[in-house]
Structures are given as structure tokens and as C-alpha cells.
């Protein structure tokens, strides 16, 4: 079969599917699959990015999706007032500190021997440093957490539009991606990964702690959105009218219109993505950063900087994961930081890469997309399956058993996938060229 019609019935097949479950379930549920999946597949674009253009092991891809999140909430929420007034200033200028600090203790590093005489002096900067930090940024943010902490109890945001929020997400992670890069990217394959790792748990830890930045686990809700809410599509005259001419009822109508809405929006930045993407992938830096993938020694000895490339390169594919956040966080309307999962957020973006197809961009939204709506749908068609099979038992025991492990089909589904794929398809269902 020609590569180009077989890769289009793929698509198909996944285009299918979600079809099948507008027909079969509702058109809402469809929609919603087809949504989270166009951001999941922006996600898999920034892994693939990394791993499969230049071979690098990121699992931290949950901290790039969470920094991308809280943009949104930095970017669309209206600022806290009183929470400013309160102790806005003590916060600007205690950061302000921490990162002199930081600074202070890198310089006097560069500039000094070697010696006791050295580590005294960082010693004493970075102690005397801390304790000037807290003292100054304690008692602000004590203030600020004090500012009506049932709804706001944060400094809040700028209250722009909250689609400048997800280039802006980008450059937060990009920023991040390239502090952590510098530090971490010349570790070995596996040790990059527990790093990378380590450090998302890290922020993730810091979104759910610092209540004057995200409100911590009390979550931000309310954000801002590009399209009109249901409620007022629904008092919009005209929109009842035109819903009731096509057939619809107003309520159901509007959750359509707002969810293909986003699904244009989504689309777009996947395809504008994915342009770039394919751009880079057949450009003379995408075939230098395949070559320093396959054999880093040869690169380096034909005169190319692979620590600069490797961290060009993670830069890119960490700035993808946080337009992907500052995305998911838009469709949700609220920032959860408890919600952020390795397993949801680093670990099924790795199966979708790899499912797909490593190296090849169109593999990696398809494998996003089949991943997705897998990972949604096979649930309940575990418990259509096990009440099946149960149909004909006694009540008792086993049958509860059987039926309570219906949850666990996600995960043996997403399991079995995987194994078929590397044991029929061991290069993806789009293999690189």
C-alpha cells in the first residue's frame, strides 16, 4: 500500500472514531475528545521535538504543562487589588533578592579560587542571602494569603486577553526549559530523566504551596475565555432563533457552538505547529540535529556544538508542552495544580510519541490522537464489556470484583497498545523516514 494513502486511512480511522462517538454517545463527548486531543497532540509535537529530532530523554514534560497553565492565570485573571496594596511590593522585591543572591553566590564562583577561602564566602552569601530573602518575603505573602482567601487570596493577573496567554505559557516554560537546560543537559541519557523529573515535581510542588501565586490546591477558577459563555449564548436572542431554525435546542446548541469554537482555535495553533515543525524537521539544522541524535561523537568531530543544539532544541520542544498548558488550562477554565499527574501529563505523552511514531510529526498528533480517545473511551466500554460477561453470574463476590475492575482497562488497554505496536509496528504506526 502507498505510505501516503496508508497514513491517510490512519487518520481516518481515528477521525472515525470519534465520529462513531458523536453518533453512538453525544456530540459533546465527541467534541470534547477531539479538543483534548488537538492539545495533546501539541504536547507530543514538543516531545517529539526533543526526543525524537535529537535523542533527548525528557520526562518532565508535566512541570513545562503546568508552567504553561499558570500563564493563563498570570496573564487573563483581573490583579487582586488589595492583595497588591497588602503586599505586592514585599513580594517583587524578595524575589528580587532571592535572585541577587543566586547571582551574588554564581559570580564569586566564576571569580574566585578555588579553595576554603571560596566556600566560605558562598557559604556566607547564600546563608545571609536566605535569610534576608524570607525575612522580606514572609511576611508579604502572609498578607497577601490574608486578602479574602476564600475567593482571591493572590496577587492575580494582568487581566489581558487569554489568548496572549499561550504564547506568553510558551516563553514561561521556554525561560524554564532553558535555566534547567544549562544545568542539566549535560548529564548522562538516564540521568537527564531523573532530573527532568525531579525538577517538574518541583514545580509542581511550588504551584500547589504558594498560594500567593496560584491559590495552591483552593485552585483558580473563572478564567477568562476566547468565546462567549453558554449562558449568554443562550439570552442571545438571535442564537435561540438560529438554533431553533437548524432543530436544537438553545442549551445543547450553544455547548456545541462554544466546543467547535475551540476546536477551530486549537487547530489552527496545531497547524501553524506543526508548519514550523516540518519546516525545522527538513531543514539543514533538523538534519544537523538528527545527526547529533544518531552519533553525537561524529557530529562534535565535524566541528558542530552539540551542548549548544541540545539545549536549541529543548528550549523548542518545552516552549510547545506550555502553549499546550496555557491551552488545556483555557478549555478547562480553572487552574488545578493537584491535577497535574506524571502519569496523565509526562507518561501518556510519551506512549502517544511513541505509538505514533518517534521522529515523525504527523506520527505524533496521530498517535496523540488515538491515545487520547482511547484513554477516554476505554473505560466505559470496560464496563460494557465486564457487564457482559457478567450477565450471566450470580450475584456475590466476583462479579463485584469483576465489575470494580473495569477502572483498571485504561491502563491494561494503554499497556496492550503499546506492546502491539513496538512487537508489529516497532517504529511507530508513522515510522521516520
Given at each position: ?6 497514513n491517510t486511512l490512519l487518520f481516518a480511522v481515528v477521525g472515525g472514531l470519534i465520529l462513531l462517538t458523536g453518533f ?410
Open positions: 500500500m502507498n505510505e501516503t494513502v496508508k453512538m454517545q453525544s456530540w459533546n463527548a465527541a467534541l470534547l475528545i477531539l479538543n483534548m486531543g488537538l492539545i495533546s497532540a501539541i504536547m507530543a509535537l514538543g516531545v517529539n521535538l526533543q526526543w525524537g529530532f535529537a535523542g533527548l530523554f525528557n520526562i518532565g514534560v508535566m512541570g513545562f504543562v503546568a508552567l504553561g497553565g499558570l500563564a493563563a492565570v498570570l496573564v487573563s485573571m483581573p490583579p487582586t487589588s488589595e492583595a497588591w496594596a497588602a503586599g505586592g511590593t514585599g513580594i517583587i522585591l524578595g524575589l528580587l533578592l532571592g535572585a541577587a543572591t543566586v547571582a551574588a553566590a554564581v559570580i564569586l564562583h566564576k571569580r574566585m579560587r578555588p579553595g576554603a577561602v571560596r566556600v566560605m564566602v558562598l557559604l556566607a552569601v547564600v546563608v545571609i542571602g536566605f535569610f534576608v530573602y524570607r525575612a522580606v518575603l514572609d511576611p508579604s505573602v502572609a498578607a497577601i494569603e490574608k486578602v479574602d482567601p476564600a475567593t482571591t487570596g493572590y496577587l492575580g493577573g494582568l487581566g489581558l486577553p487569554v489568548v496572549l496567554a499561550w504564547p506568553i505559557g510558551g516563553l514561561l516554560a521556554a525561560g524554564a526549559a532553558w535555566l534547567i537546560g544549562k544545568t542539566a543537559l549535560g548529564l548522562r541519557s538516564d540521568y537527564l530523566a531523573i532530573a527532568t523529573l525531579g525538577i517538574a515535581e518541583i514545580i509542581i510542588a511550588v504551584l500547589k504551596n504558594e498560594d500567593w501565586l496560584s491559590r495552591g490546591v483552593k485552585n483558580v477558577v473563572g478564567i477568562p475565555r476566547p468565546l462567549p459563555y453558554e449562558i449568554d449564548l443562550q439570552n442571545d436572542p438571535a442564537f435561540v432563533e438560529r438554533a431553533a431554525g437548524l432543530g436544537m435546542d438553545p442549551v445543547m446548541a450553544s455547548t456545541l457552538y462554544v466546543k467547535l469554537g475551540y476546536a477551530v482555535l486549537f487547530l489552527i495553533v496545531l497547524v501553524v505547529l506543526m508548519w514550523m515543525a516540518q519546516k525545522a524537521l527538513h531543514s539543514p539544522w533538523g538534519r544537523m540535529m538528527r545527526a547529533i541524535r544518531d552519533n553525537e561523537v561524529a557530529a562534535e568531530a565535524m566541528g558542530k556544538d552539540v551542548t549548544r543544539r541540545h539545549l536549541q532544541v529543548f528550549v523548542l520542544g518545552s516552549a510547545i508542552c506550555g502553549i499546550a498548558g496555557a491551552m488545556m488550562t483555557t478549555l478547562d477554565g480553572q487552574l488545578t495544580p493537584g491535577s497535574y499527574q506524571p502519569l496523565r501529563f509526562t507518561f501518556l505523552v510519551w506512549v502517544m510519541v511513541i505509538v505514533g511514531g518517534s521522529g515523525n510529526n504527523f506520527g505524533s498528533v496521530l498517535g496523540a490522537m488515538l491515545i487520547w480517545f482511547l484513554w477516554v473511551q476505554v473505560e466505559p466500554m470496560g464496563v460494557f464489556l465486564l457487564e457482559l460477561v457478567t450477565s450471566g453470574m450470580s450475584d456475590g463476590a466476583f462479579k463485584s470484583h469483576l465489575l470494580e475492575s473495569a477502572a483498571h482497562m485504561r491502563l491494561f488497554t494503554m499497556g496492550l497498545v503499546l506492546i502491539l505496536v513496538l512487537r508489529f509496528s516497532p517504529r511507530g504506526l508513522i515510522p521516520e523516514k
